[in-house]
């Protein structure tokens, strides 16, 4: 790649003129002051207050605003206006809809049965380790393997049957849905008679790790055998040398990614779970939410873009699309941690640290951190996930397959707990008639 340096662009460069400026998600004092219908000084008084985090930009007096923690604290002051109005608005980023004592969101990163993730990623560093906690509020102590067994002969052969055509890169969360739905068709209380969930939920882990051998060359599910940590079933299945460094980075990436509370597809987890549905089934509706562009989606979607990017210029082009970038979809900022994601820091920092970090993860270091230079956006634990891989040289479709593959560890702790609730999730529709109301219907049938 050329060294030739960048070209500094102005803010106002960035959409039409006069319009507020964003970027990744942010909105800039003005545009906030108008989502809030307040003044500047009352604007200052939330910040002092801790209500809203404002992001320093480098080298600018100006700050920016994380536009979800702004409507989140819109929706929450029109939830004042009645209980009508709370229940309108507790979907939205509102108010806690449901008690857990699984995992706190703090400043820190996430916290598993008052843990913090990332000192669990230091020790005991062991994936299974932190699952079991998840499911069962007890922390193993040593590492914990996992006994493989033999997989029943229709899920070996539908997980056969999921091989992607040559050349394929296969989104593995669709591969792990179909993977889960073909490991499960039993019931609940099959499942309990069979010994528990537990022995359930490591078979399925396990499964998911064994697909990732479609990522590989040659391209087959591989079904773990042996007395193996889970991390090295994983490299194996990704043809990799199981050395120590990366067995390290695979543990971080599946603890880190193990839970964050009520996220859409761990909602629809809990859903499936408060009607009776086993657990192969609650897994499958996580994993439907979790294909959405919008989630794990968005690993895939770095990736792709990465791949396109071989020289100077193409990384000067993907810089200026994400500084002019008006959606939510470059991977940078996220309500839970307005100065950062503390998550995606420390799979960066592991990426900076490595020895031998390839070309696609020293260009996506750069990529990061001239963007950082330009806006300060702090960036989501989807980027730190394809840093890390793209460190360790893992296969495209590895980010994705790791965020799904440790999320499913704490899907299954919210089944677990939604079952103990034993009341179903039905929230209320407020109905409104008009354009997006019972109206349109109407007109549709006439």
């Known amino acids: 790649m050329s060294e030739a340096p960048l070209t500094t662009m102005d803010p106002s460069e960035n959409g039409a003129a006069g319009q507020p400026w964003q970027v990744g998600g942010f909105v800039d004092s003005k545009e906030a002051c108008r989502l809030l219908q307040v003044k500047a000084a009352t604007l200052y008084t939330y910040v002092s207050r801790g209500l809203l985090h404002p992001v320093a930009q480098p080298g600018r007096k100006t700050r920016l605003y994380l536009r979800d923690e702004v409507e989140g604290l819109r929706t929450r002051s029109q939830a004042r206006m009645g209980h009508g109005a709370v229940a309108a608005t507790a979907l939205r980023w509102g108010q806690p809809v449901i008690d857990t004592g699984i995992t706190e969101i703090t400043p ?72 889960a739905l073909a490991l499960g068709g039993g019931s609940v209380d099959e499942e309990v008679r069979g010994g528990g ?83 192969h089934a609650c897994v499958g509706a996580a994993l439907a939410a979790l294909s959405g562009t919008g989630l794990a989606g968005g690993c895939d979607r770095i990736e792709d873009t990465l791949a396109g990017v071989r020289t100077r210029g193409q990384l000067d082009a993907w810089v200026a699309r994400v500084v002019r970038d008006r959606a939510r979809s470059s991977a940078f900022g996220i309500e839970s941690y307005p100065q950062g994601d503390p998550r995606a820091a420390l799979l960066i920092r592991m990426a900076r640290e490595h020895p031998r970090p390839g070309r696609r ?82 007109s549709q049938a006439t």
């Open 197 to 279: 969930v537990v022995p359930a939920a490591r078979q399925l882990v396990l499964a998911f790790a064994g697909c990732c051998g479609l990522l590989s060359d040659p391209r087959r599910c591989r079904t773990p055998a042996g007395a193996k940590p889970l991390a090295q079933h994983l490299a194996e299945a990704m043809g990799k040398e199981p050395a120590a460094d990366l067995l390290r980075a695979l543990n971080a990436m599946l603890i880190l990614s193990a839970d964050h509370e009520l996220s859409p597809p761990t909602f629809s987890a809990r859903i499936a779970a408060s009607v009776g549905a086993e657990l």
């Open 108 to 179: 820190a990163g996430p916290r598993y049965r008052g843990r913090l993730a990332a000192e669990l990623v230091e020790y005991p560093g062991a994936f299974e380790n932190v699952a079991e906690l998840l499911w069962t509020g007890v922390l193993p102590e040593g590492a914990s393997i996992w006994p493989a067994q033999p997989l029943p002969d229709g899920a070996r052969r539908a997980l056969e049957a999921l091989a992607p055509q040559a050349g394929e890169t296969p989104r593995m969360v669709r591969v792990f849905q179909a993977a």
């Open 361 to 442: 993860a020293a260009t996506l270091l750069r990529f990061l951190d001239e963007v950082h230079a330009r806006v300060g956006v702090p960036p989501r634990i989807e980027l730190g996930l394809v840093a890390a891989c793209a460190a360790w040289d893992l296969p495209p479709g590895a980010a994705s397959a790791l965020w799904a593959m440790g999320r499913t560890s704490g899907w299954i702790a919210h089944v677990l707990e939604q079952r103990l609730n034993g009341f179903f999730l039905r929230p209320r529709g407020q109905f409104h008639a008009g354009p997006q109301g019972g109206a349109v219907l109407k």
